[in-house]
């Protein structure tokens, strides 16, 4: 069911009511002018007046001949607040608030680091079935660059089998031993669970 919206003027009577209560407004003390009040919540001074009636209304405060609005009651300020309020007040809320604010920072990190060691298991274990081939690329700088694989001695050196290469977008597939290796190539391997530390130290050397 949706709620009623409080009006304006009501809910400039709670706020003062409230400010009654917290102590802000002494007892006897008088309260700014209505035309103060109305710059201050940007109302107009109709609006102001309309609080201020209610207030009156539940015995808050007074009006005095040539005194102004008098502050006459905290007790009634908490009656009328009170029939406002939820079980939770506006502080247990931000309390709450900080809470749940803390919760999901706690939840972001843990999120995060799962994803970390999720990617990190998943750049280990897909080189653990000798059958799924790993890909390296060949960075600049590589000693092996304009050499072919049987030159370089690939399978004697790493234990692995180029199975295929990817070159500017295109795939060859089981380039052979004649193919050479060039900067940018990236190189499909295929070998048992420590052939990608062995191949990524071997195209380092």
């Known amino acids: ?59 808050i405060v007074h009006s005095a001949q040539g005194s102004g609005i008098v502050i006459s009651s905290k007790e009634n300020a908490f009656k009328y607040i009170n029939r406002f309020s939820t079980i939770e007040s ?12 803390t919760e999901r920072s706690k939840l972001d990190e843990q999120l995060s680091d799962t994803l970390r060691k999720l990617m990190d298991y998943s750049g280990k274990l897909r080189h653990t079935n000798p059958l799924a081939p790993i890909e390296i690329e060949i960075l600049p700088g590589c000693n092996h660059i304009g050499k072919t694989i049987s030159e370089v001695k690939f399978w004697q050196n790493t234990g692995g089998t180029v199975v295929g290469m ?3 977008g295109e795939i060859v597939i089981s380039p052979g031993p004649y193919a050479l290796i060039w900067e940018g190539d990236v190189l499909l391997i295929i070998g048992d669970e420590k052939i990608y530390d062995r191949v990524v130290h071997f195209l380092q050397e």
Request: net charge positive; aromatic share 6%.
């Open 1 to 59: 069911m949706q709620r009623t919206q409080i009006p304006t003027y009501e809910r400039i009577a709670i706020d003062l009511a409230n400010r009654i209560y917290d102590g802000h407004f002494k007892i006897g003390e008088k309260i700014h002018g209505r035309s103060t009040l109305a710059s201050e919540y940007k109302v107009s001074p109709e609006t102001i007046r309309r609080a201020i009636k209610i207030l009156e209304d539940v015995e």
């Open 90 to 101: 506006v502080k247990d809320l931000e309390k709450q608030i900080n809470a749940l604010i």
């Open 166 to 168: 990817k070159r500017k």
